[in-house]
């Protein structure tokens, strides 16, 4: 019986004759890990998201993609797209050789430049289309940053999507103030050194703690409400005075200043800082008790949950049964 073979076949489908490919211009942007350079083919096409390709190792993005996007079948697919297609840094057609000691920016940096392209071209969706390395380079942005621009990033971490989505008044001001920020540059390395920061290490119990008095305030609406309590549950509970505001987005400062006060009133109070004749006339003659308790020996030997009714509009402290209801 004749033995199978594998046999290894080339597909060639060249463009037919008449199916020129389309006009290429190469850019390069500076961004916060160096320069990077990527080819544009086509024209943006209203509403559509671009195709953004990133090739493998020891490939650049033509000697990895051309056969593909260059394959006859291939043209009624992309001629409805613009493409977008990055070399690695010193990867590009004659770049020059890296100076001895270069650091070659790691992954996930790579993956940070691609907002800056982004940006640069205006382009707020794409199609990814990775190989290997560009595959993870391209899920990593994706982990983070998926179709949204720099400026959406930062308000998705400010604002709940609830507050985005309903596009208050507030929300308007604050995309109008991030979009149009004159140095949203600098914005942007702000928010790429968050993005890279170290985990705190907080331990319960354990060495790496905060000592002092912690007021943790989240509202219970925020985008990062988890990461919240999670810290909370890692503090010293007789140190801590937790507060999750009832109705509250991602920023109690900006929609709820009057209870963030109040709480802030009773926070300073705790460490007898406020005298009681500071307090809101009402909470005083509701709290007298407890809070001048709080506020004479600045003792705090337990921990303090700070809850806000929704209904009432009050808020509440110490633990569960222990309620101090203060009006905002
Ligand atoms: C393109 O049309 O997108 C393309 C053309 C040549 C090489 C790679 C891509």
Redesign the pocket.
């Known amino acids: 019986m004749a033995e199978l073979q594998e046999v290894q076949i080339t597909e060639e489908k060249p463009l037919l004759p008449g199916q020129t490919?389309?006009a290429?211009k190469t850019h390069s942007v500076e961004t916060p890990y160096g320069s990077v350079t990527f080819?544009v083919?086509?024209t943006p096409k209203p509403k559509r998201p671009a195709?953004l390709?990133y090739h493998d190792v020891g490939l650049n993005?033509?000697s990895c993609?051309?056969p593909?996007?260059?394959f006859g079948d291939m043209q009624e697919i992309?001629q409805n797209f613009v493409?977008v297609?990055v070399d690695a840094p010193g990867m590009e057609e004659g770049a020059a050789v890296f100076p001895l000691g270069y650091q070659y920016p790691s992954l996930d940096q790579l993956a940070d430049m691609i907002p800056c392209i982004l940006q640069y071209l205006n382009f707020s969706t794409i199609i990814g289309v990775g190989v290997g390395a560009g595959a993870y380079i391209l899920s990593r942005y994706a982990l983070t940053g998926l179709t949204s621009s720099i400026s959406e990033m930062i308000l998705g971490h400010l604002f709940s999507q609830e507050e985005l989505s309903g596009n208050s008044e507030l929300i308007q001001k604050y995309r109008n103030i991030i979009t149009h920020a004159p140095n949203l540059d600098n914005i942007e390395l702000y928010w790429n050194s968050y993005n890279n920061r170290r985990d705190l290490n907080f331990e319960r119990g354990g060495d790496i703690t905060l000592k002092c008095p912690v007021m943790l305030v989240v509202g219970d609406q925020a985008p990062h409400e988890d990461a919240v309590v999670e810290c909370n549950s890692k503090l010293d509970p007789t140190q801590t005075s937790f507060l999750k505001m009832a109705d509250s987005g991602g920023q109690p400062q900006l929609t709820q200043p009057g209870k963030l006060t109040e709480a802030f009133k009773y926070f300073l109070q705790g460490m007898g800082y406020m005298a009681s004749s500071c307090m809101t006339r009402l909470s005083r003659s509701r709290t007298a008790s407890l809070t001048s308790a709080a506020s004479i020996d600045g003792n705090r030997s337990r921990s303090r949950t700070l809850s806000q009714s929704s209904e009432s509009g009050t808020l509440s402290s110490g633990p569960p049964g222990h309620t101090m209801e203060v009006s905002c």
């Open positions: 490919p389309e290429a080819t083919y086509g195709i390709t993005y033509k993609f051309q593909l996007f260059q992309i493409r297609h």
